[in-house]
């Protein structure tokens, strides 16, 4: 698989993304990925920094498109700590965590985004308001509740099956409770 076609398939399922979700502008969005999942292997059998920078970039392109701060999940040894600017944990209030990523502990597309990144930090928990999974790294745990799955048309990137997230309030009350402000609430 060329570099260039998994940058096609990223910005595919991306627009995908955007043309079905109204993403809030300064939201968070979280991103896991397997570079090897994208090559056609296995998790963590064939990482390649190589990919993993071609993920990171196009993301950051549409970060900055779509105004949104970008966190990038890490793989299960380093506890799935998440990658992003200290001024995006600064501005989310999330704690720091002491560890950096590494092509086996962490993952590709952590590691070109440490490289990328201003001032790189790792945090262990987010509140996300949606984001992508790339070939099965599970990123549920970091999108707020209540979380909607996203019916892509677009769900491949090179050879990782890609599902989306996005998230809406809880709707809260009973029989009696409204969701909408109308002529009705008043009586």
């Known amino acids: 698989m060329e570099l260039a076609d998994i ?8 627009d995908n993304y955007f043309e079905l979700v109204n993403f809030p502008k300064g939201g968070l969005f979280v991103v896991g990925c397997s570079t090897s999942m994208i090559r056609g292997h296995w998790m963590a059998t ?8 071609v993920v990171f970039n196009t993301l950051n392109e549409y970060a900055q498109k779509y105004d949104f701060d970008l966190a990038i999940q890490g793989c299960e040894h380093i506890n799935r700590s998440l990658l992003m600017e200290r001024s995006t944990a600064t501005k989310h209030n999330f704690e720091q965590v002491m ?3 590494a092509l086996h502990a962490g ?8 490289q ?3 001032d790189p930090v790792e945090v ?21 509740f209540v979380q909607v799955p996203v019916r892509l048309t677009e769900t491949k990137i090179g ?28 009586k």
């Open 107 to 114: 993952g590709a597309t952590s590691v070109a985004g440490w």
């Open 7 to 14: 940058q096609a398939d990223i910005r595919r399922v991306m």
């Open 46 to 53: 064939d990482s390649s920094l190589q990919v993993g920078e």
């Open 159 to 186: 050879g990782a099956h890609v599902v989306a997230l996005t998230s809406r309030p809880k709707l809260v009350g009973g029989q009696r409770a409204k969701y909408d402000f109308t002529e009705a609430n008043l």
């Open 116 to 118: 990328a990144m201003n």
């Open 124 to 144: 262990e928990h987010i509140v996300a308001d949606g984001g992508i999974d790339i070939g099965g790294t599970e990123i549920g745990m970091h999108v707020r």
């Open 99 to 101: 560890v950096v990523p």
